[in-house]
């Protein structure tokens, strides 16, 4: 079994998942911030209520005050927190010139300069990166470190950036073009998040998994049915 076979049987049991959520890459660059150790309905209440506010905007974000902010994001959890991340990351927005500045700035430094604002780590970065911006970065996550650990294709505690690599350095000499590659890391990202929350979960349903015949977790003999 290797990274691409593992998306090709995703990929054929799933079909194709066109995601971020979002209307527009800003509203996806708040879902990646408030997505932050939450479901993504919470997140999706969340938005909902700053749509109905009318706060889903980059300046008005940043001015409003903290307490009203988190008020409006409280379906998101964590909401004192995220509502502080959340205006960090739009003030430094602001001060870059907006969403089509740095657009033009190319991989590495939208990268480090998203990295550089207090509470966008490295999953909350490449979120944006991949499905605001259509960059050929992959997206770790929990799912992807429980999937792929018990596929014995990693360990699960490596660092997130050696993943990164690991994944991106296996799928990229398959996949040449950056258009082709941002494709596939979003539909492999969204393949493993859907595929991880319903059958691959922290308590397997191995029998109901597509990956079951190639997977070492699997063909242990509890799971076997």
Request: hydrophobic share 40%.
């Amino acid at each position: 079994m290797t990274f691409l076979s593992v998306y090709r049987s995703l990929y054929k049991h799933y079909g194709p998942q066109s995601w971020w959520p979002g209307d527009t890459p800003f509203e996806i660059m708040v879902g990646a911030v408030l997505t932050q150790n939450t479901a993504w309905i919470n997140v999706e209440k969340a938005i909902a209520h700053l749509k109905h506010g009318r706060a889903l905007s980059l300046n008005k974000i940043a001015a409003m005050p903290a307490a009203q902010l988190a008020r409006l994001i409280k379906p998101a959890g964590y909401f004192n927190v995220k509502a502080k991340r959340l205006q960090n990351f739009c003030r430094w927005l602001q001060q870059q010139g907006g969403e089509k500045v740095i657009r033009e700035w190319d991989d590495d430094e939208l990268r480090r300069g998203l990295l550089s604002v207090n509470g966008v780590g490295f999953e909350t970065a490449d979120d944006m990166m991949l499905y605001a911006f259509d960059r050929p970065v992959f997206v770790i996550d929990a799912y992807t470190r429980r999937l792929f650990a018990r596929l014995g294709l990693i360990d699960g505690d490596e660092a997130y950036e050696t993943l990164r690599h690991l994944f991106e350095s296996n799928l990229s000499r398959r996949i040449k073009t950056r258009a082709q590659q941002v494709q596939m890391y979003n539909e492999y990202h969204a393949l493993i998040v859907i595929h991880a929350k319903d059958i691959c979960r922290k308590r397997a349903r191995c029998s109901e998994c597509c990956l079951r015949r190639q997977c070492p977790a699997a063909l242990q003999p509890e799971n076997l049915s």
